[in-house]
């Protein structure tokens, strides 16, 4: 079991930045930022490994940054140029399965998931 706890999230314009972060009471292999918006099913946003490895949706690729800190079993999400199609419930999740030193960004990966951070971003 995993416990996790999100913090960060809120309200921005367009262009605008927002860190979320995620504390966790272990510190498993994989850990990952979905996200969902009303009416949509969730996606995967980036994951990252205890080693660094690091994986992005494209949608989010060069606007987004996973890092974590293994000593804290933290995991941090900086999310700049937001855009409206970025609002969401920003969800943290974990998994002590990894792929050759690394983590997707596949729902069916992660067993445990925090309960959400909103972000909404407004044009």
């Known amino acids: 079991q995993v416990q996790l706890a999100e913090a960060g999230g809120g309200s921005v314009q367009a262009g605008g930045s927002l860190r979320l972060s995620c504390e966790a009471d272990?510190?498993?292999?994989?850990m990952a930022w979905f996200r969902q918006a009303p009416g949509k099913e969730r996606e995967g946003v980036a994951a990252?490994?205890?080693?660094?490895?690091?994986s992005y949706a494209d949608s989010v690729k060069g606007r987004f940054t996973i890092s974590r800190d293994n000593a804290k079993n933290t995991v941090y999400l900086q999310m700049d140029s937001l855009k409206p199609e970025d609002t969401a419930m920003y969800y943290c999740?974990?998994?002590?399965?990894?792929?050759?030193?690394?983590?997707?960004?596949?729902?069916?990966?992660?067993?445990?998931r925090g309960q959400g951070t909103q972000v909404t971003v407004s044009s």
């Open positions: 272990k510190n498993p292999y994989c």
């Open positions: 990252i490994h205890t080693g660094g490895a690091t």
């Open positions: 999740a974990a998994a002590w399965v990894s792929y050759g030193g690394g983590c997707r960004t596949v729902r069916t990966d992660y067993n445990y």
